[in-house]
T-cell receptor, first 114, second 112 residues
């Protein structure tokens, strides 16, 4: 069965550079969530989209932006990268109304800022 | 402010015995509680959930117990198997359309 696809799997960037992370949800899923997991920490909610509109916002820095496109894939854009942005970034998708019961996570993108 | 807490960062259990993972929460608005399992280099995988109207949900070797008055839930795995070795995250949400709030995880190791 198709799962949530995240690309790239690994990314190394220098400080002050820009990074773009992509997420392709499960077909027919209309909701996408982005989470950030730092070393030894719990996944922290960043932002979510439902039907291409931002539905909720968490602890996402102003340097980050995201959007969901017409094909429901989502991109997380990160600018002026800082060392502290090094983390595992997860995307999850679900069908609206099913919520946490139907969350499917991707394998994540490991971002390393040097 | 950590709304979902897993106070045991690690747990070691012998194969065949019971594993009990605990989770506490502070937000009384949470209505759905979930457990996720995570292997290295993979995303979290949904295990089992429970809504606040129930106090127990069972799925095979996995049982989740919810004590709303104590704001506490636990995951029981019996019998534990070596393949259960992973990090287990407790998560909560206010309703079935809301984002998940995760705990910090408990690393379970099941040894032969």
């Amino acid at each position: 069965a198709a799962g949530v696809i995240q690309s790239p799997r690994h990314l190394i960037k220098e400080k002050r550079e820009t990074a773009t992370l992509k997420c392709y949800p499960i077909p027919r899923h209309d909701t996408v969530y982005w989470y950030q997991q730092g070393p030894g920490q719990d996944p922290q909610f960043l932002i979510s989209f439902y039907e291409k509109m931002q539905s909720d916002k968490g602890s996402i820095p102003d340097r980050f932006s995201a959007q969901q496109f017409s094909d429901y894939h989502s991109e997380l854009n990160m600018s002026s990268l800082e060392l502290g942005d090094s983390a595992l970034y997860f995307c999850a998708s679900s069908l609206h109304g099913v919520g946490g019961l139907g969350y499917t996570f991707g394998s994540g993108t490991r971002l390393t800022v040097v | 402010d950590q709304q979902v807490k897993q106070n045991s960062p690690s747990l070691s259990v012998q194969e065949g015995r019971i594993s009990i993972l605990n989770c506490d929460y502070t937000n009384s608005m949470f209505d759905y509680f979930l457990w996720y399992k995570k292997y290295p280099a993979e995303g979290p995988t949904f295990l089992i959930s429970i809504s606040s109207i129930k106090d127990k949900n069972e799925d095979g070797r996995f049982t989740v117990f919810l004590n709303k008055s104590a704001k506490h839930l636990s995951l029981h795995i019996v019998p534990s198997q070596p393949g259960d070795s992973a990090v287990y995250f407790c998560a909560a949400s206010r309703d079935n359309t809301d984002k998940l709030i995760f705990g910090t995880g408990t690393r379970l190791q099941v040894f032969p």
